[in-house]
Structures are given as C-alpha cells and as structure tokens.
C-alpha cells in the first residue's frame, strides 16, 4: 500500500533537499508534484487540494524558506499535515462497559465476518471473553462462516433462532452476553452489495435495541474513491464510531486510507491484510505518515515481534549466536518465529531505507522469494535427525543425500542451508570481536 505515492514523494523531496536556498516558485512546483501524486493515489480530490493549500501556507514564512535546511522543513511540513489528515492521534476502540459491545457494519465483500473473527481473536489473547454474534441472516452461509471462525479462535458464539428478526436477535444477545458475564459481545451485521434503504433501515432498529458503544464500518480500501462514498452513506444514515480499513495490501495507491478520515471525520481504528486471524493491526496515523515518507514503521515493527518472541528466550539465542553455539534446531525456531510475524511483504512494509524504495512488484518477488526459502528450510532441517540437528558440522555429503531425499529437495538445497547456517556463525564471530575491542577501548579510556 502507498508504494506509487510514497515514490513519487520520495522523488519530488529528494529535488528539494537538492536546493541550498529555496524559492516560493520552488515551493509551489514541489507541491503541485505532491498534488498530482495525491491524485494519481486516488485520493479524494477536495482532500488532496486542501491539504496542498494548508501545506503551502504553512511554508511560505521566513521560518522555512530561510532556514538552513528548507528542504528538511517542508517535509516535516508535510508529515505533519499527513498526520493530521489520517486522523492525529491513535484512537482506540470504546471498550467499557458490561459488556463491551462492538457492532460492525459494512457491504458485501468487505472483510466484515473476517473482521469479527480477528477482533475476537485479539480480544481473547488479551484476556477477555467474547461473544460472537451472527446478525447476518440473509446472505448464505454467512453464520456457518462466523461459526467456523468462532471455533477457529476459540470463542463463543450466538445464532439466530428461526423466524427471529436482526433487531430481535440483537436484543436477545445483548441481555445474553450480561448473563452469561461476557466481556465483549461482537456483533456481526447483514450487508448488501451497495447501501439501500432495507440496510439502512435494519442497522438504524438493530443500533436502537442494542445501543453498542462502538458502530464500527468495515471498509474495503482496494475499491478506492467509492470507498469514501460508501463511508459518508453510513456515516450519514446509521452513525459511526469508527472504521477499519480491510484488504490494504490489495492496493498499492493507498488513497481511501488519506481521504475517508477527512471526508467522514471518522477515526480509523484498525487496518487488515491477509486472511490470517492475527493480520489485523492497530492504525497509527503518524507511523502510516512515516511509511508513506519512506521512513518506515520499525516501532510497529518492534512491537509485532515482542508479541511473538519470548525475551527470555530471544537473550539465549543472542548469547548463543555470540559464543557460536547456535544449531540447526535454533535455525528452525526462528523461522517458526518468522513465519508467526505475519507475512513478508507486510515485514517489507515496515522497513527503512531501501526496501520502501522497492516497487510493489519487486517486494512481491521478494517476499514470495524468501518465504519459499524458509519453507524450503524448514523441510530440510525437520527431514534431518536430531544428532544431525545439534552437530551441523558433522554432515557430510552420505548424510546431506538422505536428508534431500528424505524431504524431497536437491542435494543444492542442503548444501545452501548449511552455507546460510555457517555465515551465522560467522557473524556471531565478528559480533564477538568486537565486543572485545569495545572492552578494550573501554579499559584504555579509564586509564
């Protein structure tokens, strides 16, 4: 997501940055460029020139055009602005209240039932009990759908009984989940495949008899400018607390997410990609202006791993990688680690530098690269014994044809992992080195 716009701002600050002294001709060339790339993003087109025209003012002072670094002055200008268009500050979802209640709106095709499925996912790892409930009674298998996911994660679930209505449903599992002591009831509304006036009509009587503390929009980012349109009917008829945005990694300009929180006034409070229950992230509007700038997002980054990496564990691979202990059964665990981090392209996406100046088909190839090497990795070492596992340097060539035919792979294949094997040990060496120098240095300077 945002790879053309992140590129083509990327490019128009780097001619920037090239000035010494920057003039207002400068200033508005450089920002039509961002104008045009906006657009070109599908964003909304009032939103793109108001956010060009408050921009430009704030940068027409002396306090930018006659810095010392006027370039580097227009881009925080820029981040700035980007920020408060995604939305300011991170907003979380209402979860007071006995129970919680969570009402998810959205058409047909959205990620909606998914959706519930992965808040109910979350919110169970966090402690809570959830209560999913299937308010969607018309479109087929859409309750056998949330019930397969409600198994999945682990989570109770409440269906209609026949001949119930939606409202009538809602109200019997409002007073349910307080009987049943929930923490959080989720409820997973009916769509269509365009706002009409049944829809409207069936959540303004389902929000009445229930009264959840969060109606919720289930947005699919990948149809664009219609997106917005959709947001502001919902948020007109029915009344929005927030949204979140579905399916972003189907869509590399981006413009729904930089236009629906301008248009709506609406907070986005979460972002998905890919179908897995854990691919569901809280949306930060500063670290979305930080990816967009081709600064990255290594905090969500951070915190994605601290939640699959046990600390105690991660400071005894790290002593063992320093003292060149590491085995292949501690190669295996961190790419199950890796695999638990979510998806490639997605790490991708959080990284600095040159990784958010690669194409959209590029970080694809890339991804897809490195996750059919890890798979192809897992295979060798699992064909392996656990002796050969714990004395890598042991294997020679009978032992290497075995394991690729055990596990069906090239005689390659092995010898590539164990080079990979060895230059981790190698960097545990140079790790060790200079550690010593470090203890060196340390001891002259207290002399």
């Known amino acids: 997501m945002f790879e053309n716009l992140s590129t083509a701002l990327q490019k128009t600050f780097k001619n920037l940055r090239g000035y010494g002294k920057l003039s207002e001709k400068n200033v508005k060339d450089a920002l039509r460029e961002v104008r045009l790339a906006l657009l070109e993003a599908d964003v909304n087109f009032r939103v793109a020139r108001d956010f060009v025209k408050r921009v430009q003012d704030s940068c027409m002072g002396e306090e930018v055009l006659d810095s010392v670094t006027p370039g580097q002055q227009i881009i925080k200008r820029v981040n700035d602005e980007l920020v408060e268009l995604l939305g300011g500050a991170h907003k979380e979802f209402d979860l007071t209240g006995h129970p919680a209640s969570v009402m998810l709106m959205g058409l047909h095709g959205s990620g909606k039932t998914t959706t519930a499925g992965k808040l109910a996912n979350r919110w169970k790892k966090s402690g809570r009990r959830v209560l999913l409930v299937a308010c969607d009674i018309r479109r087929p298998a859409a309750v056998e759908q949330l019930s397969i996911l409600a198994k999945q994660v682990g989570v109770d679930i409440l269906e209609p009984e026949p001949g119930e209505t939606v409202p009538m449903l809602g109200k019997r599992a409002a007073q349910f989940s307080k009987d049943g002591k929930y923490d959080v009831v989720i409820y997973d509304t009916g769509g269509r495949f365009q706002v009409d006036d049944e829809l409207i009509a069936e959540l303004k009587h389902?929000?009445?008899?229930?009264?959840?503390?969060?109606?919720?929009?289930?947005?699919?980012?990948?149809?664009?400018?219609?997106?917005?349109?959709?947001?502001?009917?919902?948020?007109?008829?029915?009344?929005?607390?927030?949204?979140?945005?579905?399916?972003?990694?189907?869509?590399?300009?981006?413009?729904?997410?930089?236009?629906?929180?301008?248009?709506?006034?609406?907070?986005?409070?979460?972002?998905?990609?890919?179908?897995?229950?854990?691919?569901?992230?809280?949306?930060?509007?500063?670290?979305?202006?930080?990816?967009?700038?081709?600064?990255?997002?290594?905090?969500?980054?951070?915190?994605?791993?601290?939640g699959v990496v046990d600390e105690k564990d991660a400071m005894k691979m790290q002593e063992k990688l320093m003292n060149n202990q590491l085995d292949l059964e501690d190669f295996l665990s961190q790419i199950k680690q890796m695999k638990k981090l979510g998806s490639m392209e997605s790490l991708f996406d959080m990284m600095p530098g040159d990784m958010m100046k690669m194409s959209t088909q590029q970080k694809q190839a890339a991804a897809a690269s490195s996750e059919v090497e890890m798979k192809k990795f897992e295979s060798i070492i699992q064909s392996m014994t656990t002796w050969e596992r714990r004395h890598p340097k042991e294997i020679d060539r009978s032992r290497r044809l075995r394991i690729a035919a055990g596990c069906g792979r090239k005689l390659a294949d092995v010898n590539q992992l164990l080079k990979r094997f060895e230059q981790t040990g190698k960097m545990g060496k140079q790790f060790k080195k200079m550690e010593k120098r470090l203890l060196r240095l340390k001891k002259l300077t207290r002399k």
């Open 206 to 306: 389902f929000r009445a008899w229930t009264e959840p503390r969060n109606a919720v929009l289930v947005l699919d980012a990948a149809i664009g400018q219609e997106s917005v349109n959709v947001a502001e009917a919902f948020r007109e008829a029915v009344g929005l607390t927030g949204m979140i945005l579905t399916k972003l990694d189907g869509d590399a300009r981006g413009g729904a997410a930089l236009s629906v929180h301008a248009v709506t006034g609406c907070p986005i409070l979460m972002t998905g990609s890919g179908e897995k229950m854990d691919d569901l992230t809280p949306f930060y509007p500063d670290r979305m202006a930080a990816r967009i700038l081709g600064k990255g997002d290594v905090v969500s980054f951070v915190e994605k791993a601290q």
